[in-house]
């Protein structure tokens, strides 16, 4: 089985300041990982994926993820944090790689908050 | 033009009734997703079926039933409404890992059920 931890539950920055949200991960095989993002009363949107190809991965709004397996960690960054980028964050990883298990488990959430 | 769309959006009604909860993929994917929010923000699968079979059900009472009348179309039945059953309704789709999909879904905007 596989699971996540996300090890902030709250994480609060001022603008302009460097974002880290900390995402730990247990696979017994080279799982996918990803980051959604869920700004309030909003659905889920996917900010990068990791599946395997650079361990450094580009996603959208300036956001980048590191995939490093002897840490078993995806860290979220982003270099300077934007009033926008206030919202829930969710660090997610794969099921089995095998069709028929794509379920994805989601880790607890960490609420960014920007102050101005 | 939506990828992934569920009406309705908010969804109030008292104990015991029963109520369904729609949902519609134009991405072409085969695959469809119900998950459950609660409170606490915290995700969890419900159920997946691909091509209109069911591929995943989690331990899900059986007051809860999916129906699948096409792949485009994943549509949830909730009988006999227990307080408990309020949260936000996720539904997702993702393309087939057999057809050169990947494990990223993608989501609705959630249906919140207030259940009094």
């Known amino acids: 089985a596989q699971s996540v931890t996300q090890l902030d539950s709250h994480v609060s920055v001022s603008e302009g300041t460097p974002v880290l949200l900390r995402c730990n991960y247990s696979?017994?095989?080279?799982?996918?990982l990803f980051w959604y993002v869920q700004h309030p009363n909003k659905g889920l949107q996917l900010l990068l994926k990791?599946?395997?190809?650079?361990?450094l991965v580009k996603g959208i709004n300036g956001f980048e993820a590191e995939f490093k397996k002897s840490e078993t960690s995806f860290h979220l960054t982003k270099p300077s944090a934007h009033m926008s980028d206030a919202a829930e964050y969710f660090c997610?990883?794969?099921?089995?790689?095998?069709?028929?298990?794509?379920?994805?488990?989601f880790g607890t959430g960490t609420r960014l908050t920007i102050i101005p | 033009d939506t990828a992934v769309s569920q009406t309705p959006k908010y969804l109030v009604t008292q104990m015991g009734n029963d109520k369904s909860i729609k949902c519609e993929q134009n991405l072409g994917h085969d695959t469809m997703y119900w998950y459950k929010q609660d409170s606490k923000k915290f995700l969890k699968i419900m159920f997946s079926y691909n091509n209109k079979e069911l591929i995943i059900n989690e331990t899900v009472p059986n007051r809860f039933s999916p129906k699948s009348p096409d792949k485009a179309h994943l549509n949830l039945h909730i009988n006999s409404l227990e307080l408990g059953d309020s949260a936000v309704y996720f539904c997702?789709?993702?393309?087939?890992?057999?057809?050169?999909?990947?494990?990223?879904?993608?989501f609705g905007p959630g249906t919140r059920l207030t259940v009094t």
């Open positions: 990791y599946t395997s190809a650079a361990t």
């Open positions: 997610v990883v794969s099921g089995y790689p095998n069709f028929g298990n794509e379920k994805l488990t």
């Open positions: 997702a789709s993702s393309q087939d890992l057999r057809t050169g999909g990947s494990y990223e879904q993608y």
């Open positions: 696979s017994s095989y080279s799982p996918s």
